[in-house]
């Protein structure tokens, strides 16, 4: 091979390096793009967006004073602090699967507790200074309505007390078959 053809043809063989670099990294770049964004789509997807108005004819009125006004029932007046049936308790804003029979207990308070949420994606935490307390407000990662708070004085493993209105949950029993 003449000297000539040999430089022509290593620019060629980089050219064709280059280019494969090239394309590879755009392929990368764009396999990361994709699962970020899968990622945020999926969240965003999820997320059940009202206004006040809307909120206010999907709920009842003590339902909206709860939920979306951060309200509390009083102790020992709902439906499910004494509640022992097996199965799954919903947000009652959107249906969000929260909590499990397996994680509740009597807590004594009046309210109905757990010492875990179903899934920590499925609960958000947010610091509580109203009344002059210091709390940890709970509410649901889907709909942002309020459910109650979370205390640091439950029972073993977790430590925790998820403290909940009634009022923000519905219950689906357990299929027994
Ligand atoms: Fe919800």
Known sequence: MKKEDLLKFIRKLNMR??????????TGMTLIGQTSEKKSKGFIMDKVVKSDKEWQTCLTPEEYQILREQGTESAFTGEYYNH???????????????????????????????????DETKVNIKRDLSYGM?????????????????FEDGPKPTGLRYCVNSVSLNFTPKKTD
């Open 134 to 150: 210091i709390r940890t407000e709970i509410t649901c990662a889907k709909c942002d309505s309020h459910l109650g708070h979370v």
């Open 17 to 26: 390096i280059f280019s494969i670099i090239i394309g590879l990294s755009i």
């Open 84 to 118: 022992k049936e097996e199965g799954t308790y919903t947000c009652a804003g959107c249906d969000n699967k929260l909590f499990s029979s397996d994680t509740k207990y009597d807590s004594g308070s009046g309210w109905p507790a757990f010492f875990d949420s179903l």
